[in-house]
């Protein structure tokens, strides 16, 4: 990884415009992106510090700073591993801060720097709701995550509650066997939603580019000049591909014969023929006993549905990938 430097740090590092906390999954999306903006200074770390990373790992049972006196001051921070309950999202951010302080920087013309925005990834587990939700619908007040990202969303954060993560080695069809052990288990199963890494990672950039436009003063091109309706921090944003999968029709299809290469245990193998047929099998018998006619099921029958289109339209993009069934 290539450090880009912008402007010196009080921490003895090089001050970035974002510090990525956990470069693991995501990362590989992310870095390239990150590398093809030079508006972008980045930063990320490892519990090991390899590959050119900076080595930290936040324990929130312990007050020992220095681990923190080793990263760079960043313009944002986001947090790629889970934070559960309440009191992580408070600590990180509080101890960072502490080893942090503000200093001159060159974009604002040599006045105080503010502090570090803080960017979640967070799960769409954390909503319950048996039909749509969206970015404004209620969660589980239980949920471990959930409480954690309201926290940090009382600190000013932006909370990124990402769909079904898929990229790479990481594909729907190798997920079959692990969620849908029975017929029964595949008959609980309603609407699946998902969103691509290099979708993850552009939304990442996307949320760091719009804030950075509300920062600019107006006056200095206030023909060009125009400020979101909505601002992307002390919010919590559903990330998706907009897209409604149904499980059924998912098995369905990744069970038949295609010329996609579709990845499953024992490829090719009889064992793995054979449990595609079974499969098939179980989703029309499933088909016949719920009075479906035909995949996909209606939406009113797939329980609870993700609407992620608000974040898109305020960040001004629009996701890229498709799932190849």
Same mark, same amino acid.
């Given at each position: 990884?290539?450090?880009?430097?912008?402007?010196?740090?009080?921490?003895?590092?090089? @001050?970035?415009?974002?510090?990525?906390?956990? @470069?693991?999954?995501?990362?590989?999306?992310?870095?390239?992106?990150?590398?093809?903006?030079?508006?972008?200074?980045?930063?990320?770390?490892?519990?090991?510090?390899?590959?050119?990373?900076?080595?930290?790992?936040?324990?929130?049972?312990?007050?020992?700073?220095?681990?923190?006196?080793?990263?760079?001051?960043?313009?944002?921070?986001?947090?790629?591993?889970?934070?559960?309950?309440?009191?992580?999202?408070?600590? &990180?951010?509080? =101890?960072?801060?502490?080893?942090?302080?503000?200093?001159?920087?060159?974009?604002?013309?040599?006045?105080?720097?503010?502090?570090?925005?803080?960017?979640?990834?967070?799960? $769409?587990?954390?909503?319950?709701?048996?039909?749509?939700?969206?970015?404004?619908?209620?969660?589980?007040?239980?949920?471990?995550?959930?409480?954690?990202?309201?926290?940090?969303?009382?600190?000013?954060?932006?909370?990124?509650?990402?769909?079904?993560?898929?990229?790479?080695?990481?594909?729907?069809?190798?997920?079959?066997?692990?969620? @849908?052990?029975?017929?029964?288990?595949?008959?609980?199963?309603?609407?699946?939603?998902?969103?691509?890494?290099?979708?993850? @990672?552009?939304?990442? &950039?996307?949320?760091?580019?719009?804030?950075?436009?509300?920062?600019?003063?107006?006056? $200095?091109?206030?023909?060009?000049?125009?400020?979101?309706?909505?601002?992307?921090?002390?919010?919590?944003? &559903?990330?998706?591909?907009?897209?409604?999968?149904?499980?059924?029709?998912?098995?369905?299809?990744?069970?038949?014969?295609?010329?996609?290469?579709?990845?499953?245990?024992?490829?090719?193998?009889?064992?793995?023929?054979?449990?595609?047929?079974?499969?098939?099998?179980?989703?029309?018998?499933?088909?016949?006993?719920?009075?479906?006619?035909?995949?996909?099921?209606? =939406?009113?029958?797939?329980?609870?549905?993700?609407?992620?289109?608000?974040?898109?339209?305020?960040?001004?993009?629009?996701?890229?990938?498709?799932?190849?069934?």
């Amino acid at each position: 990884m290539t450090l880009h430097v912008i402007r010196s740090s009080s921490t003895g590092t090089e @001050a970035v415009t974002l510090l990525v906390l956990g @470069a693991g999954w995501t990362f590989q999306f992310l870095k390239p992106l990150l590398d093809k903006h030079a508006s972008i200074t980045y930063a990320a770390t490892t519990s090991t510090g390899h590959d050119d990373t900076i080595e930290f790992r936040f324990n929130p049972d312990s007050d020992d700073l220095e681990p923190f006196k080793k990263l760079p001051l960043a313009d944002y921070v986001l947090v790629t591993f889970p934070l559960k309950g309440r009191g992580p999202s408070r600590k &990180i951010v509080s =101890m960072y801060e502490k080893t942090h302080p503000s200093s001159s920087s060159e974009d604002t013309g040599g006045s105080t720097d503010p502090k570090a925005k803080w960017i979640q990834l967070g799960s $769409t587990g954390v909503y319950t709701a048996p039909d749509w939700v969206d970015n404004s619908s209620p969660i589980d007040p239980a949920n471990e995550r959930g409480i954690a990202e309201d926290e940090l969303l009382s600190l000013g954060g932006c909370v990124l509650n990402l769909a079904g993560l898929y990229g790479a080695q990481r594909q729907p069809g190798n997920w079959i066997s692990r969620v @849908a052990k029975s017929k029964e288990q595949l008959g609980e199963k309603g609407a699946l939603h998902l969103v691509h890494g290099y979708d993850v @990672a552009k939304a990442i &950039i996307g949320v760091v580019e719009q804030d950075k436009k509300t920062q600019r003063p107006a006056e $200095t091109n206030p023909s060009s000049f125009s400020a979101p309706s909505v601002t992307l921090f002390g919010k919590r944003w &559903i990330i998706c591909d907009c897209v409604s999968y149904d499980w059924w029709q998912l098995v369905w299809d990744l069970s038949g014969e295609t010329n996609e290469a579709i990845v499953w245990d024992d490829q090719n193998t009889g064992t793995d023929m054979a449990k595609k047929r079974e499969y098939r099998g179980w989703v029309l018998d499933l088909m016949e006993e719920k009075g479906v006619r035909a995949l996909p099921r209606s =939406m009113d029958a797939m329980g609870r549905k993700l609407d992620g289109r608000e974040f898109w339209n305020v960040v001004g993009l629009r996701p890229e990938r498709t799932l190849k069934r």
